[in-house]
Nanobody
Framework: QVQFVESGGGLVQPGGSLRLSCVAS????????IGWYRQAPGNQRELVAN???????NYVDSVKGRFTISRDNAKNTMYLEMNSLTPEDTAVYYC????????WGQGTQVTVSS
């Protein structure tokens, strides 16, 4: 299984920005569609963005125009640039393979609050 390590979360004010990183284990990262998920307290985990093998991004409507997913295959790393953050974006963020879920990493906490 692929292992993921997420980082980059923190406390930010509404309207602020954060950049999350996700490093994956193994040598086949470039062959995977990778997604960013989030889970807010009391809510189910949801897929908010994913990047295909060719780097084509897809976003859930609630983050379109504010979040940007990108990948660096040479570094086995996926990024999530988050702008114009709102309190509704507060959650633990994870990455994983939407088509073949691996064990979840520890995630990174994003808190948007004034």
């Amino acid at each position: 299984q692929v292992q993921f390590v997420e980082s980059g979360g923190g406390l930010v004010q509404p309207g602020g920005s954060l950049r999350l990183s996700c490093v994956a284990s193994g040598s086949a990262f470039r062959l995977y569609t990778i997604g960013w998920y989030r889970q807010a307290p009391g809510n189910q985990r949801e897929l908010v963005a994913n990047s295909s093998v060719g780097g084509i991004p897809n976003y859930v409507d609630s983050v379109k125009g504010r979040f940007t997913i990108s990948r660096d295959n040479a570094k086995n790393t996926m990024y999530l640039e988050m702008n114009s953050l709102t309190p509704e974006d507060t959650a633990v963020y994870y990455c994983n393979r939407p088509n073949a879920l691996s064990k979840w990493g520890q995630g990174t906490q994003v808190t948007v609050s004034s």
